[in-house]
């Protein structure tokens, strides 16, 4: 797939033209150091924020559940050490399903957690499938987040749990003067320094795209678009100082 020019911090906040295109390119190159920069580069968060998410479905004891934009299946591993379940891991991304399944393989998780490509916005799953879901990191890489929301929920079984995780902007203004300067240039820095420009790529773009999602998809908005899909008892959290947001809820009957 030909390379295509990363949109600079201005353009970012804007929706992207072709958000599927685009994620693949972003993510192509990332999957060798993927797991410990994305855990670098969240100052230690991400594994928190992850089993934060995964506590809203192992409640149920779910026995089949997809983890969407499973990338190089760190939710979907936790998900089976967690749970008696079948996991599903599907991703957008070859590069990354193939990192995914050496993770798998290295955890000798292979009979129970399954690696397929496709995307999020048109599951190829029937409809109630499965009686668990989890997403990470999504709804900023698809064109329209709430029709994206109504087939996640149409995969899902009536009473089913789902949860999901993605960075937030944190709303003391204290704290976001902070994250402002860590998104804009410790981030990319850091991430250049540590793994080389597709990392430094990755960081320039991800402040910025961040900033954007949530001035065109407010909390409440968000909240909003959950509900309209037919998820109820949505709750949420913020999390570290308000630079994480775990979603959940389930699927009315």
């Known amino acids: 797939m030909p390379s295509a020019r990363l949109p600079g911090p201005a353009s970012a906040q804007e929706p992207l033209a072709d958000p599927n295109r685009f994620a693949q390119e972003l993510f192509t190159g990332l999957p060798k150091r993927y797991d410990l920069l994305e855990a670098i ?9 992850r089993r934060e998410m995964v506590d809203h479905v192992v409640s149920a004891t779910p026995t089949r559940v997809l983890d969407v934009a499973t990338g190089t299946a760190g939710v979907a591993l936790q998900l089976e050490e967690r749970t008696p379940a079948h996991i599903v891991g599907v991703d957008l991304t070859e590069a990354m399903l193939g990192r995914g399944r050496e993770n798998v393989a ?12 496709g995307r999020a916005e048109q599951l190829p799953f029937p409809d109630a499938g499965f009686d668990a879901l989890t997403f990470t990191y999504l709804l900023r890489y698809v064109d329209e ?26 709303p003391s203004r204290f704290w976001r003067a902070w994250w402002w300067l860590y998104t804009r240039l410790v981030l990319p820095a850091a991430g250049g320094l540590l793994a080389g420009r597709s990392w430094f790529r990755v960081g320039r773009f991800l402040g910025p795209n961040i900033s954007g999602h949530y001035r065109r998809h407010p909390l409440a908005a968000t909240v909003a678009m959950w509900r309209d899909a037919g998820i109820v008892d949505v709750e949420f959290r913020l999390m570290s100082l308000g630079g994480g947001l775990v979603m959940w809820g389930r699927k009315g009957g």
């Open 145 to 170: 987040p709430a029709a994206t929301l109504v087939e996640l929920a149409r995969v899902l079984k009536p009473g089913a749990p789902i949860a999901s995780l993605e960075f937030h902007v944190p």
């Open 106 to 117: 290295r955890a000798h998780a292979a009979s129970r957690v399954q690696l397929v490509a």
């Open 41 to 49: 580069l969240s100052l230690g968060q991400n594994e928190r924020w």
